[in-house]
């Protein structure tokens, strides 16, 4: 039953405002339109409130984040809740410095986001920071040079061995945050504090791609946004059709073929994708 | 005689500013350089203005636009025009947002551009907004809110059954502001005011693609920029080109291969393209 | 004995943080995955300069500067220095616009970079405008419009004619700036001042890719971090592995293929290399 939200976003193509890096952008642009649904992209505060208006979900991503951008996406954040649009953060490298930590917490805080979705590091970042928890000094303080760039530190990865760990932190976040968390790695686990989806789907080598956890991000926002009552389920459903397009597009490698061949035929099979393939791809459990 | 067009740019490999977008920049340079041409990206006010003197033609873009970026693009416009050079604006987004109209009104009224090149909505937007044009009630309002983001609304496509008005549009419209105009879509017009091209190239998937149009706008400024005798037919001819790439670059697509693969195999066409290919494959007609 | 280099660089994996354009940040953070280390991108001062304390070498590339880049760019580059990491200066477009060549000079001039990576129109900028160069009437002047864009003057390329000349300017202009100097084009040259790599590979429709410059400065600086003992050779092998990248990615090229699919076979190549394939296939000399 995870093959319908990929349809729902075919049959609604909703249009996702985009407030992202600009590493990524273009490649998290066509994995939008790949899914079904259209980009747009606008950070500039004054466009961005408005340009929202007409969008149906907000995917706010902090890779390259500044001053003027972050005033952009609290400009386009607080005009998407107040219509009721679907909020995705990726709060990417959060724990590499003060601003990237300070402004995702800030979002977390102040927009609530209705989906989180990063890597074990960058969550384990927000949760230790996270608004309201009693520091044991008294003094504020954010954690900066906790993470390993923008990639999650190796030690700290969802395994089978550490799994229940996972999945009670999974839970945790997500029930106190009032969010759904979508922790992504060789292991995926995505909830909304009550049940768990855990999610093995993908390769080891997407990782040597740049940008396919922000593709993931505009895609997953896409289908939240196109599954309004089933937000949950349809952010587990867009980690599976993430990584079995990882699974197919692979299949397809030729020789001599690398990393950047292998970009085009993850986005390839996403829009070659439809509900029965990911139906039939998707390797997930409920927990 | 439309391949001798392409023949130009190649002779003369004219070197072209842009002032894009973030998303899609990589695909319009690549484009730029596939026609024979060579981009030089610059937005900061003080470089553009000096950057694009060196240059042949400015092509202006304002999706991702903010504050800073368009007086980069007053600055270079300017500076341009003084040179001679032709300048073509590209209003991504125009009816979207007020910024976004008002920044491409401004641009009209200001900088004058040589050719404007839009989808119908955008270029409706722009009409409905002209300088000069009496308004009823007598106050300055900007119409946001008419435009589907960067996409045309369905309803206000050029098609066989409402070409004849469309012709008219697009005729009207370069005749009052002064320009070129070309209005792209499943049909494509492009028009000086006494005749209007009518052209028939492209596939519909193309749309799939993030960026077909803003590479088309640099495509074209490399076009006008290498026959400044024949704007309006090098202007037809690099509409010609872009759909005709579309067509090529869909022939050679695999099993298994989408969007993603589908724009290098365009922008790939377009490298391989000769005067001979686009005279035999150019669908057009003249009114 | 290059190929070494590059095991290095799979072996450590160094994270490289770029503050470079927008135009082709995407292909150079993908460049920098192929060779085997991990891209990272901040340039907000506040930001940069905290994100550079976790990489291992720093990527400074001008083209698209802004003020607000600019500051990024010293802050991270004061940062990288005093922790004694590798900093690469980039001066796109030097020569092309006083922004640019001024910015370079006071990077040369504040940050002093371990190695310049440029074309002969670039490097020739620098050199023409270094700091302490005694100026025959007195007055401050930057040289600007020298340049034609990005690419190098014709006139100005390395060639076997003029080997001798160029190999004695490298080495003049690393002696006297006190860094590695890479002047890429046709023939590549190499030099920290006392000898000279002069290095025939690659192909010259390279040249119609964007950002391969940019991209060689990305995996140039990976190669340095990851051989701080070696730098001038590693320097010197990141050349040859993109030019054979180059030559590789040309041989797996199909029928109707261009500049959009060669970009990506290139960046293929260097993810598929190894240290033997580079050894055998480096085709230079030392002098």
Known sequence: MIGIYLDQVRAHAPL??????????????????????SPIMADEAEDAAEITVICGGLNL????????????????GRRAKGLGHPVLLDPVGAGASTLRTRTALEIMEKIRPDVIRGNISEIRTLWENRPGRSRENGEEQVSAGATRGV?????DAVTEENLEEGIAFAKAFAKEIGCIVAITGAID?????????VIRNGRAQMSRITGTG???????????????EQKLAAAAASVCAMGLAGEIGWSRMKDGEGNATYRNRIIDAVYQMDGDTLEQGAAYEIR
């Open 61 to 76: 991503n902090i890779g390259t984040l500044n001053r003027r951008t972050i005033e952009g996406m609290f400009a386009a």
């Open 16 to 37: 996702i405002h985009n407030i992202t890096n600009y590493v990524t952008v273009n490649d998290v642009a066509n994995m939008i339109l790949a899914c079904g649904a």
């Open 214 to 228: 922000c593709q993931l991000s505009g895609l997953m926002c896409a289908f939240v946004t196109a599954n309004p």
């Open 189 to 197: 686990l995505v909830s909304d504090g009550d049940s768990c989806y």
């Open 151 to 155: 990639d999650a530190d190796i030690k």
